[in-house]
Structures are given as C-alpha cells and as structure tokens.
C-alpha cells in the first residue's frame, strides 16, 4: 500500500513540474530551425462556432489528442483520444488551434485564419466594442515561432498578441518580435485595448525581472491600428 501511495505522489511532483515549465528564447544566432507540419498528428475540427450579433461561423481545426493513462499498470486503463479541440464561453474560445476557419452564415465559402504553422491558444471577441462602436474583433494569443529552436511549436514557446477583425482578415501582430504577452485588457470608454508584454532584453533565455516590459496600446476605433507605447513608470 505504501509503494502505491509512493507512486501516486511522485507522479504527482512530476505532474506539477511539468506546469511549472517556464517558456525560454535561445537567442543563439548561429542555430537555424525549420518548422515543419507534423505529419503523424490526426487533423480535425470542432463543430462551428456562432458568436452572438455576428455572421460569420468559427471553425476551430486542431489535432485528435490522445491521452495515456500515467498509472496504466496498475488500474487497466489504456487511456482515450479526445476528438474536441475547443471550449466556448462568454464570448471566449480557449483550446489548442492550428488554425481557424471562418465562415459567412450566407456562403459555403471557408477561410482559413492563417497559412503559416502556429498554434492558437485563445480568442476572444470585443463584444463591448462591438455594442459601443459596431466594429467586430477577435483578440487572439498565438505561438507564433519557435522561440527556443527545437524545431516546433508548442507550450514551451512564447505567446503574442494579435487582432483580426471578425472575419478572420487583416489579422495584424500587436506585440513586439519575441516579447511575451503578459497581460491585457479593454478600456471601453476610450476604445482602448491596452496590453503589455516582456523582452528578453537580457537574453539570457528567460523571462525574469531584469527585462524589459513593454507597455502599449491600439486605438479600436482607429482604421489602422497603430500600436502606440506609453510609459507608466
């Protein structure tokens, strides 16, 4: 009983460690990384997503994620496949996306999001805006590089920030090149959409109090989108 109990505690160290992977840049400039699409993952789509006062339809695309049971050994199991790749709620999307498709409710027309490889993490609609002002945009968090050079993009590479209106178009990087998101949040009576990310400014890998944090901010009512610094400190 006590071996047992042993294994389920130290499978649960391992759990928690692997939480606490933290995302890291190799800023060496002599190592050259190429990303390519993973041949052995099983692509597939969530059900479309309609998000209330829009007309176009969100199909969420990812991969069928199988999962192994830790303690197969001893309880029998052999784990299961999940065939969902997203979980929408108020407004948001969360999930793990190669990519999404975007649809108008009058067409049979699909267009993709994007064609590079990423992995899209999060969306989120600005109805706030939307009521305030008519126009419609998706917020995204995208992996969008191989920030630590091993040759693919997953959870151990940085988040960036980006917008696209919600058609899926003109979707536009808010975040500096290799600078983390942090945080961000809607001003709604300024039509603001404020953000601040962190550089590695001391490249020394990781994201620590030595960096640098960057503070900015996109006017939503502004035809270009100009992302625009402003210093609180």
Known sequence: MKSIILIFALAL??????????????????????????????????????????????????????????????????????????NYNDFSIQGEFSNLKFQHINSEKLTALTDKIVEITSVRFLETIREQTGFQYLIYTIRDTDTNKDSKINSEDIEALYISTIDGKNLKKLTPDLAKIAYWKVIPKLNRLYFKSISDTNKNGEFDKHDHVNYQYINLKSNNLNVIDYKPL
């Open 13 to 86: 160290t391992l759990s928690n460690c692997d939480e606490r992977r933290t995302n890291r840049i190799n800023h060496d400039a002599t190592i050259e990384t190429e990303v390519k699409k993973d041949s052995s993952q099983i692509e597939i789509a969530d059900l479309p997503i309609l998000i209330d006062s829009t007309d176009y339809l969100i199909h969420p695309i990812g991969h069928i994620t199988e999962y192994k049971s830790r303690f197969s050994s001893y309880s029998g199991k052999r784990g299961y496949n999940s065939f969902s790749v997203s």
